[in-house]
């Protein structure tokens, strides 16, 4: 089961990695088989781990497509044994398992999980799953109908079937209106652990993103939208909310401090607009990534 199991070793390989080219005939030139990378963020999951694991899998076997799942784990070595051992039972290589001993936030997990990945779709779900996995197959067929950029799973989607707490829904609404105000990202729900969006479109936001934490998924959609990425559509969830789930109050705060910071970057300094530059981009993607993991600090795949 080589390659299963993979701890993290050294730098981040280049965000501008495409995946291999296939040859195709001369007259006959059909639509190469996509795959769909999902990277699945995990921290404090140990009791949900397996389970949720199961559950993607079943779910993206249905969606018929070429899969894999990165799951980057971020400082709890608990949740990693598990999430090995697992991964070593089934034999499959479909699952690789990440990690290292630091709590580096979710944005850092994503961008790091985005840089092992290799599919042509990407596909960003949290680990607790509070949002459903089989919704993942519906959102590949509404981005391929409406030529979409980004889905974003919507708790404010008519259609969507939420199951949550009424101080949640309280902290959501009062949340997004904040978003509002400040931002012009033409969605309704940012915060939703479940998105997917084409290669091209995470590699160019990720490259330019630097929230490590919760108000990640704010960054990237108001950088898709800055660096003119329009086709951002919303699609119905299935939500069962968890309350084992990280999310308090002290992320809220976190949450709310990062919102701030990125308006601060977007509309004041203009800091994005700078990083995105042409000739600073290109500058970028040929240094070595600052998403460093020190080897001290890394997780090994040697557990029992």
């Not at 697992?86 to 699952?95: H, L, P, T, V, W």
């Not at 609404?173 to 652990?193: E, I, M, N, P, S």
């Not at 003119?228 to 308090?248: C, K, L, M, Q, W």
Request: glycine letters at 6%; proline letters at 4%; one cysteine or more.
């Amino acid at each position: 089961m080589d390659g299963t199991v993979q701890a993290v070793r050294g730098g981040i390989p280049s965000l501008d990695t495409e995946p291999p080219a296939t040859v195709i005939g001369r007259r006959f030139t059909p639509r190469p088989r996509r795959r769909l990378s999902v990277i699945v963020p995990a921290y404090r999951d140990r009791e949900r781990i397996v389970p949720n694991l199961i559950r993607l899998g079943e779910a993206l076997d249905a969606t018929g497509l070429e899969w894999e799942a990165v799951v980057i784990v971020d400082g709890d070595i608990e949740t990693y044994g598990r999430a090995v051992r697992y991964a070593r039972r089934i034999g499959d290589d479909k699952i690789r398992i990440h990690g290292y001993q630091a709590n580096r936030g979710k944005g850092f997990a994503l961008r790091y999980g985005m840089s092992l990945a290799s599919g042509q779709l990407v596909t960003l779900l949290d680990s607790d799953m509070d949002v459903a996995p089989e919704e993942i197959g519906r959102m590949v067929r509404l981005l391929d109908l409406y030529n979409a950029d980004i889905v974003v799973g919507s708790k404010r989607h008519p259609l969507s079937r939420v199951h949550y707490p009424l101080f949640r829904r309280v902290q959501s609404a009062c949340y997004q209106t904040l978003v509002r105000l400040l931002f012009r990202v033409k969605v309704r729900d940012t915060q939703t652990g479940l998105k997917l969006m084409r290669r091209d479109v995470a590699r160019r936001v990720l490259r330019v993103a630097v929230v490590k934490r919760f108000a990640f998924d704010l960054e990237l959609l108001a950088l898709a939208t800055r660096f003119g990425y329009r086709r951002i559509i919303e699609a119905p969830v299935e939500i069962d909310y968890h309350f084992s789930s990280t999310a308090n109050l002290r992320a809220a705060f976190h949450v709310l401090w990062d919102t701030l910071a990125i308006f601060y970057r977007l509309r004041v300094r203009r800091w994005y607009d700078r990083r995105n530059a042409p000739g600073l981009a290109m500058m970028l993607a040929g240094l070595p990534k600052k998403l460093v993991v020190d080897e001290r600090t890394e997780m090994t795949a040697d557990i029992a």
